[in-house]
Protein backbone atom coordinates (compact mmCIF):
# COMPACT_ATOMS: atom_id res chain seq x y z
CA UNK A 1 0.00 0.00 0.00
CA UNK A 2 2.97 1.93 0.76
CA UNK A 3 3.81 2.19 -2.91
CA UNK A 4 0.01 2.84 -4.51
CA UNK A 5 0.16 6.32 -1.87
CA UNK A 6 3.66 7.36 -2.04
CA UNK A 7 4.32 10.78 -3.25
CA UNK A 8 6.72 9.39 -6.39
CA UNK A 9 3.67 7.28 -7.47
CA UNK A 10 1.43 8.11 -10.52
CA UNK A 11 -1.18 6.44 -12.34
CA UNK A 12 -0.66 7.51 -16.32
CA UNK A 13 -3.57 6.32 -18.65
CA UNK A 14 -3.58 5.93 -22.27
CA UNK A 15 -6.64 7.07 -24.60
CA UNK A 16 -7.77 8.06 -27.94
CA UNK A 17 -9.85 11.32 -28.79
CA UNK A 18 -12.93 8.90 -29.57
CA UNK A 19 -15.93 8.68 -27.89
CA UNK A 20 -15.63 5.09 -26.11
CA UNK A 21 -12.05 5.33 -25.01
CA UNK A 22 -12.49 8.56 -23.59
CA UNK A 23 -15.86 7.74 -21.33
CA UNK A 24 -13.61 4.71 -20.16
CA UNK A 25 -10.66 6.75 -19.09
CA UNK A 26 -12.96 9.39 -17.70
CA UNK A 27 -15.22 6.38 -15.78
CA UNK A 28 -10.60 5.25 -14.56
CA UNK A 29 -10.59 8.82 -13.35
CA UNK A 30 -13.42 8.87 -11.57
CA UNK A 31 -12.89 5.37 -10.00
CA UNK A 32 -9.02 6.41 -9.17
CA UNK A 33 -9.75 9.59 -7.30
CA UNK A 34 -12.37 8.00 -5.64
CA UNK A 35 -9.42 5.17 -4.17
CA UNK A 36 -7.17 8.29 -3.90
CA UNK A 37 -5.26 7.01 -5.86
CA UNK A 38 -2.63 9.59 -7.35
CA UNK A 39 -3.29 10.68 -11.41
CA UNK A 40 -0.30 11.61 -13.64
CA UNK A 41 -1.37 12.88 -17.01
CA UNK A 42 -3.90 11.34 -20.02
CA UNK A 43 -1.76 10.12 -23.06
CA UNK A 44 -3.72 10.99 -25.98
CA UNK A 45 -2.37 8.24 -28.37
CA UNK A 46 -2.43 8.44 -31.85
CA UNK A 47 -3.28 12.53 -32.37
CA UNK A 48 -3.46 13.40 -36.02
CA UNK A 49 -2.82 17.03 -36.77
CA UNK A 50 -5.68 19.13 -38.23
CA UNK A 51 -3.99 20.59 -41.76
CA UNK A 52 -6.63 22.93 -41.93
CA UNK A 53 -7.39 26.60 -40.55
CA UNK A 54 -9.71 26.56 -37.60
CA UNK A 55 -12.08 28.03 -39.78
CA UNK A 56 -11.40 26.02 -43.17
CA UNK A 57 -12.42 22.71 -40.62
CA UNK A 58 -15.03 24.32 -39.40
CA UNK A 59 -16.32 24.94 -42.87
CA UNK A 60 -15.25 21.47 -44.49
CA UNK A 61 -16.48 19.08 -41.93
CA UNK A 62 -20.04 20.82 -42.77
CA UNK A 63 -19.02 19.53 -46.64
CA UNK A 64 -18.45 23.06 -47.48
CA UNK A 65 -15.27 22.71 -49.66
CA UNK A 66 -13.90 25.57 -52.02
CA UNK A 67 -13.45 23.23 -55.02
CA UNK A 68 -12.02 25.30 -57.57
CA UNK A 69 -9.08 26.81 -54.82
CA UNK A 70 -8.36 23.17 -54.09
CA UNK A 71 -7.87 22.68 -57.75
CA UNK A 72 -5.88 25.94 -57.95
CA UNK A 73 -3.55 25.11 -55.59
CA UNK A 74 -2.88 21.92 -57.00
CA UNK A 75 -1.98 22.83 -60.79
CA UNK A 76 0.10 25.64 -58.66
CA UNK A 77 1.61 22.81 -57.31
CA UNK A 78 2.29 20.87 -60.78
CA UNK A 79 -0.64 18.29 -59.58
CA UNK A 80 -3.02 16.93 -61.94
CA UNK A 81 -6.05 14.52 -60.62
CA UNK A 82 -8.42 12.70 -63.00
CA UNK A 83 -12.02 13.78 -61.85
CA UNK A 84 -13.01 10.82 -59.85
CA UNK A 85 -8.91 11.01 -57.68
CA UNK A 86 -10.19 15.08 -57.10
CA UNK A 87 -13.84 13.66 -55.97
CA UNK A 88 -12.46 11.57 -53.34
CA UNK A 89 -9.67 14.13 -52.06
CA UNK A 90 -12.50 15.94 -51.36
CA UNK A 91 -14.59 13.53 -49.90
CA UNK A 92 -11.30 12.73 -48.10
CA UNK A 93 -11.14 16.60 -46.86
CA UNK A 94 -14.55 16.56 -45.53
CA UNK A 95 -13.80 13.21 -43.26
CA UNK A 96 -10.78 14.36 -42.04
CA UNK A 97 -12.41 17.88 -40.80
CA UNK A 98 -15.49 15.62 -39.32
CA UNK A 99 -13.09 13.48 -37.34
CA UNK A 100 -11.12 16.50 -36.18
CA UNK A 101 -14.10 18.25 -35.26
CA UNK A 102 -15.08 15.46 -33.67
CA UNK A 103 -12.20 14.63 -31.52
CA UNK A 104 -11.89 18.63 -30.32
CA UNK A 105 -15.25 17.99 -28.63
CA UNK A 106 -13.60 14.39 -27.27
CA UNK A 107 -10.81 16.38 -25.97
CA UNK A 108 -13.29 19.38 -24.21
CA UNK A 109 -13.93 16.48 -22.02
CA UNK A 110 -10.40 15.66 -20.92
CA UNK A 111 -9.75 19.57 -20.73
CA UNK A 112 -12.25 19.28 -17.73
CA UNK A 113 -10.55 17.29 -16.14
CA UNK A 114 -7.69 19.52 -15.59
CA UNK A 115 -5.36 16.65 -15.90
CA UNK A 116 -1.89 16.91 -17.32
CA UNK A 117 -2.62 15.77 -21.17
CA UNK A 118 0.35 14.55 -23.50
CA UNK A 119 -0.37 13.59 -27.14
CA UNK A 120 1.84 11.05 -29.36
CA UNK A 121 1.22 10.90 -33.04
CA UNK A 122 -0.12 8.46 -35.35
CA UNK A 123 2.53 5.92 -36.33
CA UNK A 124 1.08 5.27 -40.09
CA UNK A 125 3.69 2.72 -41.26
CA UNK A 126 3.67 0.11 -38.37
CA UNK A 127 5.99 0.77 -34.84
CA UNK A 128 9.95 0.17 -35.61
CA UNK A 129 12.60 1.29 -33.62
CA UNK A 130 12.99 4.49 -35.16
CA UNK A 131 9.06 5.27 -35.03
CA UNK A 132 9.59 4.53 -31.05
CA UNK A 133 12.44 7.01 -31.05
CA UNK A 134 9.87 9.74 -32.74
CA UNK A 135 7.45 8.60 -30.34
CA UNK A 136 9.77 9.29 -27.50
CA UNK A 137 11.29 12.60 -28.83
CA UNK A 138 7.73 13.75 -28.93
CA UNK A 139 7.10 12.75 -24.83
CA UNK A 140 10.48 14.83 -24.63
CA UNK A 141 9.12 18.30 -26.10
CA UNK A 142 6.31 17.75 -24.10
CA UNK A 143 8.88 17.88 -20.98
CA UNK A 144 9.12 14.18 -19.63
CA UNK A 145 12.43 13.15 -18.63
Do not use: C, W
Not at 6 to 23: K, N, R
Not at 46 to 54: D, G, K, T
Not at 77 to 89: C, P, R, S, V, Y
Amino acid sequence: MRLLHSDQTAIHLVTLLEALPMQETLEAIEELAEMQLPIGSVIVNRNIPAYLSAEDLAKAAEGDVDADSVRSGLAMAGIELAATDFAGLLTETIQHASRISARAETAQQLDALHVPRLELPTISDGVDLGSLYELSESLAQQGVR
